[in-house]
Nanobody, 115 residues
Framework: QVQFVESGGGLVQAGGSLTLSCAASGYTFSRNNMAWYRQAPGKQRDLVALITRAEGLNYVGSVKGRFTISRDNAKNIVYLQMNSLVPEDTAVYYC?????????WGQGTQVTVSS
């Protein structure tokens, strides 16, 4: 049984920072590419950041230079450090494999950025 639990979201003003955490259980974490996704109100869920098994990194263009994804395989945690937040970053943030597994979606964590 795979479970992802996201945490660290909250309300922040534009220009502020948050760090999200995703804790995995029932899972061989180090063998998988991990990613953060987000879903804004009324929009589809999109990939935000990817960290591969070999710790290669990829980001959607709108967050490059502002967000950093990292992983701690010993703790089964993937992080997303978010700086210089803008209102367009407002969304529910989820972690999952890349490519995503439909049965692995958790509850996500809400990030709200006020202007």
């Amino acid at each position: 049984q795979v479970q992802f639990v996201e945490s660290g979201g909250g309300l922040v003003q534009a220009g502020g920072s948050l760090t999200l955490s995703c804790a995995a259980s029932g899972y061989t974490f180090s063998r998988n590419n991990m990613a953060w996704y987000r879903q804004a109100p009324g929009k589809q869920r999109d990939l935000v950041a990817l960290i591969t098994r070999a710790e290669g990194l990829n980001y959607v263009g709108s967050v490059k230079g502002r967000f950093t994804i990292s992983r701690d395989n010993a703790k089964n945690i993937v992080y997303l450090q978010m700086n210089s937040l803008v209102p367009e970053d407002t969304a529910v943030y989820y972690c999952n494999n890349f490519p995503a597994r439909d049965d692995y979606w958790g509850q996500g964590t809400q990030v709200t950025v006020s202007s």
